[in-house]
């Protein structure tokens, strides 16, 4: 963001005064805000974010210093859930994000980019088939591991940095089982949806496999309907909330057009604005009523099995296991207890709490790209806590966590392994098969 040619001129899509009124500046949430907690700055604490916002809101101009504490915070929300006054930050911090974006001209090359990202990848299976089937030939041609061990990396500069924090390929890719209906496991109890993603679909086509797999366990015709795609979440916390919109409504089309007892999701960073579809349509005529009937439909999985009878993997699968909090489940879905009765319901599996676990670990979407330093330094803090466990599993809620910790793990961490809730189950289930 600090290439940014910035302009005063407000637009629709600054923060509402009725949210920013809310905070009373107590300071409550500082020691909540992992930038805060790195920094001790005010300007980088959610108290200091809301200050400069409303300066702004009552006329200051955008500067270079505001585009970058706006452009640090993690979007987490781990203010939120320490704020007594129920202030949205999150709200806040995208409709700031949005007027930033709609103030601002970037140089040409930055535009195209991020044009061909939000306004294409994400939105193209073909695009990431391509470009999947090209990493996966990096990856299992031994180039990786050449490129790596030669250190050509160092000689790439920042871009080689954020290399070991790319997403794998992992062929055969998860595009091919859209639009097809996986049956229960004996008696059919539910019938559900799954939205598989966008780039999930290449990066965690094993995940995805390892949820309809759990789902089925329990007795859950799994339909993929057609036609789904990117949730929009990355396009809201970029400031590009018309994208998302568009996508928003492409969803809701392809799976409202069935009947289902749940819409499932397992990650839970789109979890988060899938349920706030209706808070994003709610000015569209059209879309407010049927945004509204998706989102009450929405669930993340963990959230969705703990909700039911769940069927208890029998062999012992004898581990130890900690629970990293991903933000947009504890934070943005108040989902706490569920990932953790899923965890605690393996026999033989040792759950060790962590100090800290519903801090941010520094992944926060595109975050540890565009922010890698400040990243770097969240996860280094993370992985303290993490060791302090010594749990052999560090198990999360969200794909973009995994690949955060994965990172965390190799660099500071002892070889713990790290895995979706649901992969852990999915592996109980597998060793229960076994038997
Ligand atoms: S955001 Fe909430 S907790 Fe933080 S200063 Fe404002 S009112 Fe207090
Ligand atoms: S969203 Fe996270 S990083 Fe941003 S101000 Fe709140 S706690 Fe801090």
């Not at 009552?58 to 915070?73: F, K, Q, V």
């Not at 949205?88 to 001209?105: D, M, P």
């Not at 069927?311 to 207890?337: F, I």
Request: with cysteine; glycine share 8%; charged share 20%.
């Amino acid at each position: 963001m600090a290439d940014c040619i910035v302009a005063s001129e407000k637009t629709k899509y600054g923060p509402k005064q009725v949210d920013l009124d809310r905070c009373v500046h107590c300071g409550l949430c500082l020691n909540a805000c992992p930038t805060y907690r790195e920094l001790g700055l005010e300007m980088d604490s959610p108290r200091g974010r809301v200050y400069q916002m409303v300066q702004v809101a009552e006329g200051a101009p955008m500067s270079p210093s505001y585009l970058e504490h706006i452009g640090l915070c993690l979007a987490c929300r781990g203010c939120e859930t320490a704020c007594p006054s129920g202030v949205q930050y999150g709200r806040l911090v995208e409709a700031a994000r949005a007027e930033i974006e709609a103030n601002t001209t970037r140089p040409w090359h930055a535009r195209l980019f991020r044009r061909f990202i939000f306004g294409h990848l994400l939105q193209s299976p073909r695009t990431m088939t391509f470009l999947g089937a090209l990493l996966y030939l990096y990856e299992a041609s031994g180039l990786q591991k050449l490129v790596r061990g030669m250190g050509f990396l160092k000689l790439l500069g920042r871009l080689g940095e954020l290399e070991p924090l790319s997403p794998p390929a992992e062929s055969p890719f998860f595009f091919r089982h859209i639009g097809k209906t996986f049956p229960a496991e004996g008696t059919r109890r539910y019938r559900v949806a799954f939205l598989a993603g966008c780039i999930a679909n290449v990066s965690f086509a094993r995940l995805n496999e390892a949820t309809v797999r759990v789902l089925q366990k329990n007795g859950c015709d799994v339909v993929l309907p057609d036609g789904q795609g990117c949730c929009g979440a990355l396009h809201v916390h970029a400031g590009l909330p018309e994208d998302a919109r568009t996508l928003a409504k492409r969803n809701i089309d392809a799976f409202l057009a069935g009947e289902f007892d749940a819409i499932i999701t397992n990650a839970a960073g789109c979890g988060s604005t899938l349920k706030e579809y209706g808070e994003l349509l709610e000015d569209d005529a059209a879309y407010a009523e049927k945004a509204h009937r998706f989102s009450k439909l929405m669930k993340d999985v963990t959230e969705f099995l703990a909700s039911i009878p769940l069927r208890p993997p029998v062999e012992p699968l004898n581990a130890t296991v900690t629970y990293q909090d991903s933000c947009h489940l504890a934070h943005g879905q108040k989902v706490r207890t569920a990932p953790r009765k899923l965890l605690t319901a393996v026999p033989g599996l040792e759950f060790r709490e962590m100090p800290f676990s519903d801090i941010c670990c520094g992944s926060a979407g595109i975050y540890n790209v565009v922010q890698n330093e400040m990243a770097m330094q969240i996860l280094e803090r993370k992985m303290e806590s993490v060791n302090r466990t010594g749990a052999s599993i560090i198990a999360t809620a969200n794909p973009g966590c995994i690949l955060q910790l994965r990172a965390g793990a190799r660099m500071h961490g002892s070889g713990q392994r790290v895995m979706h809730v649901i992969e852990v189950l999915d592996e109980a289930y597998a060793a229960s098969r076994r038997r």
